[in-house]
């Protein structure tokens, strides 16, 4: 992390001009807004969250909930699969799914993209531990990850204040107007894969994000988490995705997020919910649904296996998680030879 840190520009003063936002977007890659979100919906949201978090285990006994207080006995990230157990339960939330549909959001998506969009099936929460920061989201390009159309957008909101040190999203404003795919390379963090730093000028911007702020960026904005330094806190947020209603979308984006760690399905997701209107919404949508492309990840495994023969010790870690993960694993077989063999 480079040690600059600027402030966002904030966009709520151009909030009704959707041509300046499209301005500013195409300009910056990003807006930031101010209250776009309503903080007492997603204060429902965040007790609701926590309170499954805190049955499966992870909350301090006897801490408020709405702190969110973590036990650091229970730490894990994605990848592992004490994580998929608790964040899946968190995932079969009806109003998780719904706040990626809140029209506050869905406007300002239509605003940029000037035309109906359609939120991604695939909603992502991220339930990050304090004092865990090797796992921390490293520097990257959304694309890489959900692939199917440039013309991506995330809507990045934490679920609850998100000051500088419970480890916000930064991001390079500008870094998109590369147009292009950034090399990406194995990383112990989120998403596996990350952009060397070194070679990418900065400074980053970020902000002391309040509940109700939402970062709207494009897929390929160059932006990583600052770790959870917070004594005991953990940080919840929601990342969701839109694009232009018929442009192509990747078939894995129409599926629950962590999925190929352990199995969940859409009617498992839905199995309580109240109402029907988001199950299976996108299916009525024409747009071609095209292949996963695994070559980014699979040359991110590529160079753990060659880093853990030199010993670098967050790929061991990956590999033991892969071998956790899925024995029987093409990947998880490799993992095992290269650990064997030390
Ligand atoms: O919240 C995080 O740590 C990662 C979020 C992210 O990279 C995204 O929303 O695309
Ligand atoms: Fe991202």
């Known amino acids: 992390m480079a040690a600059e840190l600027t402030e966002f520009r904030v966009s709520n003063d151009a909030s009704d001009d959707a041509a300046e936002l499209r301005r ?6 990003y807006l930031f807004f101010r209250k776009l979100q309503d903080p007492d919906q997603l204060r429902q949201l965040r007790l609701e969250m ?6 499966g285990g992870w909350l301090q006994a006897g ?6 207080t973590a036990d650091l006995s229970q730490r894990c990230a994605e990848g592992d699969i004490a994580y998929a157990d608790v964040y899946h339960e968190v995932y079969k939330l009806e109003s998780f799914h719904r706040a990626g549909h809140w029209p506050e959001v869905l406007e300002k998506m239509e605003q940029i993209t000037g ?11 991220r339930l990050w531990f304090p004092q865990y920061t090797e796992h921390t989201t490293p520097a990257h390009q959304d694309f890489v990850h959900f692939q199917g159309s440039y013309d991506t957008y995330t809507c990045w909101t934490p679920v609850g204040d998100c000051p500088i040190e419970l480890g916000g999203l930064a991001v390079v404003p500008g870094s998109h107007k590369q147009n292009a795919v950034l090399e990406h390379h194995f ?3 989120a998403g596996s894969l990350a952009v060397d730093t070194e070679q990418q000028a900065g400074p980053w911007a970020t ?19 600052l770790p959870n330094v917070t004594a005991d806190r953990l940080r919840v947020s929601l990342d969701n995705r839109y694009q232009a209603r018929g442009l192509p979308v990747a078939e894995h984006m129409l599926q629950p997020h962590l999925n190929i760690f352990h199995a969940l399905t859409w009617d498992e997701v839905y199995a309580g919910w109240q109402s ?11 747009m071609p649904i095209i292949p996963r492309d695994m070559s980014y990840a699979e040359k991110g495994f590529a160079e753990a296996l060659v880093l853990a023969e030199q010993g670098d010790e967050h790929a061991h870690l990956a590999l033991r998680r892969a071998i956790e993960r899925d024995p029987d694993s093409e990947q998880a077989q490799a993992a095992a030879a290269v650990l064997a063999a030390l």
């Open 24 to 29: 500013r977007i195409a300009e910056d890659g």
């Open 50 to 55: 926590l309170a499954v978090i805190r049955d």
């Open 63 to 68: 801490t408020d909930l709405a702190d969110g």
């Open 115 to 125: 035309g109906p969009v359609l939120p991604h099936p695939q909603k992502i929460a």
């Open 187 to 189: 990383s112990l963090g």
């Open 207 to 225: 902000t002391n994000y309040e509940i109700g702020d939402s970062l709207i960026f494009h897929s390929l904005l160059l932006h990583q988490a």
């Open 276 to 286: 029907a209107d988001l199950q299976y919404y996108w299916q009525d949508v024409d």
